[in-house]
């Protein structure tokens, strides 16, 4: 019944402006699904392969379609994927585009959940899956600079995270709030700043005034709001560490690998962090297990470049101890299933799960249901703009299954 009856892609825009790959899948009985991929800016250098979405059409259209038309049912993901796979045949999905891979991975889903009836997050999850008792919480990008912004905060991402809300809906207002409390202090303090690219605030300031700031916003909205908001960041060490000079460089400042272990190891204690992703180099190993080892008692320490949802990196990071949570990030592997076997392995070795959107997004809202149908503990899909508060909403709907 779900058998696929077409595959149609075509280039979108995504948030950045940019040219992106969105996939219809039609199966035979009328099921539909529609979906896009997200395209990152500090991407790890162990991702799948995104192909110039011209290119990645022109392929998929070539290996893959022939392959899921009138053989592949969209309701069985595994088939689905292993024929994507079976049409790229390399390891990264270099041949098809994982852009192209992934937005039919996501697509093929939505029709499959079409033709049961059921919501997404539930044909992911299992029909047990109850999204009302536990939902992911939301971590909110609120002061950022990196790659996703020139001139600002040397780290990526300061991230509100409302770990006390009642209910995923107050989780997502908190988190606006916090990001208008940082509008305020910015211009209290005659500070101008422009949004990032996750619609994040990009201030020129230093790090050390950014935490001020995200400590300031999130104490004030937890006493209005009644409930606790701690904060987390994204480092992306990576894109601050010069291999040749093996040292982080945050502007002028320098720190070695073993001096970036004990900042993040006080900027945890310091601000009581309840989050740091990428905190390290993505091929230090050695310096995510030293940290996870000295502050995973009390905060998530997350890899993102470091495992790129990817399920050997994450098994050689689980034998090391290099982190007590992965961020998952469906294009960063090119399907589903691929990323559903990220999660599973994190979670049966004890590791929290975050699902993630990327820098560039689309107003699909596909991993709104996949964080809910894992068992996510964290989603980060930014606060506002509407390509995350197509996210952000969604969550809010299934959370009251009206979806
Ligand atoms: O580093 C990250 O976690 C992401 C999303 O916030 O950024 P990008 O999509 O640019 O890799
Ligand atoms: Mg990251």
Redesign the pocket.
């Known amino acids: 019944m779900t058998r696929i009856e077409s595959v149609s892609l075509r280039r979108v825009l995504d948030s950045r402006g940019n040219p992106t790959v969105e996939a219809d899948v039609l199966t035979e009985s009328g099921g539909f699904g529609r979906a896009a991929a997200p395209s ?4 790890g250098e162990y991702e799948a392969i995104e192909l110039p979405p011209k290119e990645a059409i022109a392929k998929a259209r070539e290996h893959a379609v022939p392959r899921l038309v009138g053989s592949v049912h969209a309701g069985n993901q595994r088939d689905v994927d292993a024929a994507l796979h079976a049409a790229d045949g390399t390891e990264d999905f270099s041949e098809i585009g994982a852009n192209s891979a992934v937005a039919i991975s996501m697509a093929a889903s939505k029709a499959g959940a079409d033709v049961l009836g059921a919501p997404l997050f539930q044909h992911l999850g299992g029909t047990f899956r109850d999204a009302d008792r536990t939902f992911p919480v939301p971590l909110g ?1 609120v002061v950022g600079g990196g ?2 912004a020139a001139d600002a905060t040397h780290i ?2 300061f991230l509100s995270a409302p770990v006390g809300a009642p209910s995923v809906a107050e989780a997502v207002f908190a988190n606006a709030e916090v990001h208008a409390a940082v509008a305020d202090i910015l211009a209290d303090r005659g500070i101008p700043a422009a949004k990032g690219d ?1 619609g994040a605030w990009a201030p020129a300031v230093d790090d050390s005034e950014a935490f001020d700031i995200v400590e300031e916003a999130t104490e004030r909205v937890a006493e209005a709001v009644g409930f606790e908001i701690k904060f987390g960041l ?1 480092v ?1 060490a990576s894109e601050l560490y010069d291999a040749d000079a093996g040292v982080y460089r945050y502007g002028d400042d320098e720190r070695t690998p073993d001096e970036q272990v004990d900042y993040m190891a006080e900027l945890v204690d310091e601000y009581d962090l309840a989050y740091v ?1 990428d905190p390290l180099d993505e091929d230090d190993y050695d310096g995510f297990a030293e940290l996870t080892e000295r502050v995973g008692d009390r905060t998530l320490i997350c890899g ?1 470049d470091l495992f790129v949802t990817n399920v050997e990196r994450l098994s050689r990071g689980i034998d090391e101890g290099a982190a007590n949570s992965i ?1 998952i990030k469906p294009n960063q592997i090119g399907t589903l299933s691929d990323a559903f076997d990220a999660v599973e392995l994190a979670q049966r070795n004890g590791l929290d799960a975050v699902v ?5 997004e689309t107003e699909d809202t596909t991993i709104a249901h996949l964080a809910v149908a894992t068992d996510a503990s964290f989603i ?1 899909t930014g606060t506002v703009g509407g390509e995350r508060t197509a996210k952000l909403n969604e969550l809010i709907r299934i959370a009251e299954e009206a979806v």
């Open positions: 990152g800016a500090s991407t990008n790659e996703h990526q991402e996750e994204d992306a992703e993102d961020l993630s959107h990327r820098s560039g980060k």
